[in-house]
């Protein structure tokens, strides 16, 4: 059946990093987009970063921009999501999700149009 795994979420204080990983089965992993989305408390869901197929195309929240990383490896079924110089705003649950072809809209919202998700890692960034 479809997996998608995350792991790699922890505790960390201020400027701190992280890497994410989501290990995907079950499906043609090397087909979709991949994002990473994440939900704070009380907050809705929002998106982080988006990478297309063949990584030709990325996308990124202006909030994590020039600190976070997305890439793929599509000979493991793996996406990765470095996080440098976190900050306590990132304080999340992150999801990754197989999605539609990478758009703006997307990109930068909850993810409604998501193939497949990801049960989710915690990422708690203290001051």
């Known amino acids: 059946q479809v997996q998608l795994v995350e792991s790699g979420g922890g505790s960390v204080q201020s400027g701190g990093s992280l890497r994410l990983s989501c290990a995907a089965s079950?499906?043609?992993?090397?087909?979709?987009?991949m994002a990473w989305f994440r939900q704070a408390p009380g907050k809705q869901r929002e998106g982080v970063s988006c990478?297309?197929?063949?990584?030709?195309?990325?996308y990124y929240a202006d909030s994590v921009k020039g600190r976070f990383t997305i890439s793929r490896d599509n000979a493991k079924n793996t996406l990765y999501l470095q996080m440098n110089s976190l900050k306590p705003v990132d304080t999340a649950m992150y999801y990754c999700?197989?999605?539609?072809?990478?758009?703006?809209?997307?990109?930068?919202?909850?993810?409604?149009?998501?193939?497949?998700w990801g049960q989710g890692t915690q990422v708690t960034v203290s001051s």
């Open positions: 079950g499906f043609t992993y090397s087909s979709y987009s």
């Open positions: 999700a197989a999605g539609p072809r990478i758009t703006a809209d997307y990109c930068s919202g909850s993810g409604l149009l998501s193939n497949y």
């Open positions: 990478i297309a197929w063949r990584s030709s195309t990325t």
